[in-house]
């Protein structure tokens, strides 16, 4: 039976992972707009004019 | 009688169906607009705007979606934004700043489909200062990481003004900073639910084997122990505001509903533990979980939030940001808190005065009607008096700033004890007087329990006054009005209403007295009816009105110009403007006057301020009214109203020249009130509500700001939800005010199902306290009543206001 209280112990542990994971997304606002990424990710990849760099995408 | 110019008008929409929209913003394109290669467009600005994009390699912005942009010459400011050079004003719009790397966000309502987004997420383009630009879509709202080494706020702002995004800059965002609060109580709560899930659902799970009875007991006592270790962060934690509110009545010496609730939460957990480490029970810390969890899930769920409309506007969201003011002999551009007494400043065309002065040069036609709700400008000369609030309907005029700008007369007002009175904002009483009576009669049931097991066993004794009180925790209670009214508030906002919490909900059952504000409110002041009265027009003697009225800054001419299409402009000689009275002229060899009543006719007796008299060689040719027109179906929705037994008054700011027809509009039993000003109003209300009544504002704007306060529910409509609304309980869209009615119908319907969700709370509290007043009442009873009662009442609360909204609107259909 101490393998059951093991399992528990460790399934509590993981369980507190996916908790941590959770306050981590509302932390960094992942929450707060759920609608413009939906559009967002459908915009085509648009061929870049020449003397535009596709440089000036890449941002912090 | 009527002579308008309807026939252009058609001609004009016919030819545009053949002809070709603008590629831009898709306006109509007429003969002579601008072109570009095969494309049209309507004006310059669109023009400029496309060139600027094109030039860039961000011509996709027209292949996400058709026509999308933005028609530049009706969003064109011509603002002169060199107030955001100020550093202070980079400091209160910036989340973050570090090492040249500035993070701001701004509030963009222009924003409407998909291209906007991919063309704000592409700005970087267009300047390479700008980092990157991420849209908030729901929120109207573009945060911005750039360089200032390489570009400033206000190139940015420039540069959104310039493809036609101009951010959203008032007194408001400048003064402003508890956004970042706000959110953070938003997650607060968040992460208690998260807290109270995690630990509810582990409990749970930790309390099957001693309900199976499959693990040995030393075993289960070990998992008990886990369990109080789970539940000391779910009651310390995710349940402390029900405790500390609860602590507040009860130091305030007020009986809530929150003192049952946290009498509950405290004995569930007391007794637990009691008896997990007596070893003479298995406790209850599993319905603890349960109880906590649902909860929050309703407060969550009450907190229902529209993302793009704020409740809470005030005068600071209506006043500019910035105004050219006079330093030297150079107009710069200045903050307007930084504004300050016998400073000059100048104000243009359309343009918000932020602060009482008195005209130092130029002719001010202001347009009160924010501030008095009369809606006919004021003519002003030098040196007199302006108040903060009006807009500046002419040319540009100069102020000599008398009163800084949150001093001004409309400040002071905004300042009125009603807006800092806590006892103006009102709480759900009806749960609280409810709270109480379930209170008392709970621990009248569990001393009497007490007593009565004391004498035959203090075991039992103890145990079953501490079930009476577990089982008995108002759970179903505080859940029912978050989940039903809740759920009512999301119904509604489907159909453009928005309601600002449960509590106006509550109250809305109750109204029994309407008050409308007349101007923009019974009568739409966006629209102008011109009509025109006397001798039919020819073509010629319509150009020759059109170029005079042209030249005129005076807004009626303004009116006059708007209501012409396609004329011919002629040349004038000997143009003179009579300051507020009236202007002539030489046109075509003919000689034209236009004015008001005194000015053409040299009499000193004014007919109608209203009126434009129109003189083409010495003789008088017809006259044009206006008026805001009445909104359609006005008469149908005031007596939809009257219908259902609401009485329904009219206050107005404006005089009464329109009393026959708010009479013919109105019930006969309806109070009609002219020529009030704010306070007056405020005080109508105020006296209405001191005689018992239960009261409904519905207002436009400023001027009856005061009285939407003042009353029980003040509802506000909204011409574009996205734009200005000031402090209110309720923001109608103007698409859903025909159908306005049928809230009442709804909401008091819905009020019916809370009743029904209080009967099924009385049920189970019943059941529950006829186990426990035996002491019988078991962890696994309580595992089972408990959330089973709650997830009922949760799912019929949903469920039957769901389905009570779909009847309703096809019932509505059908009447329609």
Known sequence: MKIILLLILVSLFIAGGFLVAFFWAVGTGQYEDDYTPSVRMLFDDEVVNDHTTSESHIST | ?816
């Open chain 2, 1 to 816: 009688m009527f002579v308008t110019t309807g026939e252009s008008i058609m001609k004009q929409s016919i030819d545009t169906d053949t002809k070709v929209s603008c590629y831009h913003c898709g306006e109509p394109c007429r003969e002579g607009d601008p072109t570009e290669g095969d494309l049209r467009f309507c004006c310059e600005g669109c023009r400029m705007v496309y060139l600027l994009l094109s030039a860039h390699g961000l011509d996709a912005y027209y292949s996400v979606e058709d026509m999308v942009g933005i028609n530049r010459s009706k969003s064109v400011s011509e603002e002169d934004f060199g107030f955001l050079d100020d550093p202070m004003v980079l400091h209160h719009f910036s989340s973050f700043r570090n090492e040249g790397i500035v993070k701001i966000s701004l509030d963009i309502p222009q924003i409407h489909c998909s291209a906007c987004i991919w063309l704000l997420e592409h700005i970087d383009r267009l300047n390479p200062g700008i980092r990157s630009c991420r849209v908030n879509f729901l929120k109207k709202k573009a945060s911005i990481v750039f360089d200032e080494s390489q570009i400033n706020l206000r190139s940015i702002v420039e540069l959104l003004d310039r493809i036609g995004y101009g951010p959203r800059l008032n007194l408001k965002s400048l003064v402003q900073s508890k956004d970042a609060s706000e959110r953070l109580t938003d997650k607060k709560l968040i992460y208690q639910i998260g807290v109270a899930g995690f630990c509810f659902g582990n409990i749970m799970l930790l309390s099957f084997p001693e309900y199976l009875g499959v693990v040995r007991a030393d075993w289960v006592r070990i998992l008990s122990y886990i369990n109080i270790f789970l539940s000391i962060p779910l009651l310390f934690y995710s349940g402390r505001d029900y405790l500390i509110s609860a602590y507040k009545s009860l130091y305030a010496r007020v009986i809530g509903i929150d003192i049952p609730i946290a009498i509950g939460m405290l004995t569930l957990f007391l007794r637990s533990i009691y008896e997990i480490l007596s070893h003479t029970g298995d406790g209850y810390l599993d319905s603890l979980g349960g109880f906590i969890f649902f909860l929050l899930v309703g407060r969550w769920f009450q907190q229902y939030t529209f993302q793009h409309i704020s409740f809470d506007h005030d005068y600071r969201s209506f006043f500019p940001i910035a105004v050219a003011k006079l330093e030297g002999d150079s107009w710069t551009s200045t903050a307007v808190d930084k504004v300050q007494q016998g400073d000059v400043i100048r104000i243009k065309h359309q343009g918000v005065i932020p602060c009482d002065g008195y005209i130092e040069d130029g002719v001010g036609y202001v347009d009160y009607s924010f501030v008095t709700g009369e809606s006919r400008p004021v003519t002003l000369s030098t040196d007199q008096e302006v108040y903060a609030g009006g807009k500046q309907c002419g040319g540009a005029i100069q102020l000599r700033v008398t009163k800084e700008a949150d001093r001004g007369y409309l400040t002071q007002l905004w300042q009125e004890e009603i807006f800092g009175d806590p006892s103006a904002t009102h709480t759900s009483v009806f749960i609280n007087q409810i709270g109480k009576y379930f209170t008392l009669f709970i621990l009248l049931v569990s001393l009497g329990t007490l007593i009565y097991w004391w004498s035959i066993d203090r075991d039992i004794a103890f145990q079953s006054f501490t079930a009476v009180l577990i089982v008995a925790c108002p759970c179903v209670l505080a859940l029912a009005i978050p989940f039903i009214y809740g759920n009512v508030i999301r119904l509604l906002s489907h159909d453009g209403i928005y309601c600002k919490n449960t509590a106006v909900i509550e109250r809305l059952t109750e109204v029994d007295r309407v008050v409308f504000d007349k101007t923009g409110t019974i009568t739409d002041t966006r629209s102008s009816d011109v009509q025109y009265e006397g001798t039919p027009l020819s073509e010629e003697d319509k150009s020759i009105i059109f170029t005079l009225a042209s030249q005129s800054y005076h807004p009626l001419s303004r009116a006059i110009v708007d209501n012409f299409h396609e004329t011919p402009l002629l040349r004038i000689d000997n143009f003179k403007e009579e300051v507020g009275r009236g202007t002539g002229g030489m046109i075509a060899g003919r000689e034209v006057r236009l004015g008001s009543s005194s000015f053409i006719l040299d009499t000193d007796t004014e007919i109608d301020q209203t009126t434009v008299l129109i003189e083409i060689d010495g003789r008088v040719l017809g006259r044009y009214h206006f008026d805001n027109p009445i909104r359609p179906n006005m008469s149908s929705i005031l007596g939809k109203l009257a219908d259902r037994n609401l009485r329904v008054d009219l206050l107005s700011g404006d005089n009464a020249h329109e009393l026959e027809q708010m009479e013919a509009l109105f019930p006969s039993d309806s109070e009609l009130l002219f020529n009030q000003s704010p306070q007056d109003k405020l005080n109508y209300i105020q006296s209405l509500r001191e005689q018992g009544a239960i009261v409904m504002m519905v207002g436009d704007g400023l001027n009856d700001a005061g009285a939407l306060k003042q009353s029980d529910v003040g509802v506000v409509i909204a011409q574009d939800d996205q734009f200005f609304s000031p402090a209110c309980d309720i923001i109608l869209s103007i698409n859903s005010f025909a159908e306005f009615d049928r809230l009442f119908g709804f909401v008091n319907r819905a009020r019916w199902v809370l009743y029904g969700a209080f009967a099924f709370a009385a049920f189970y509290n019943v059941i529950g306290l006829w186990f426990a007043v035996q002491g019988k009442l078991s962890p696994i009873v309580a595992a089972i009543l408990m959330p089973a009662s709650s997830i009922s009442v949760i799912l019929y609360g949903l469920l039957s206001t769901t389905l009570l909204y779909k009847f309703y609107s096809v019932k509505s259909g059908d009447r329609a």
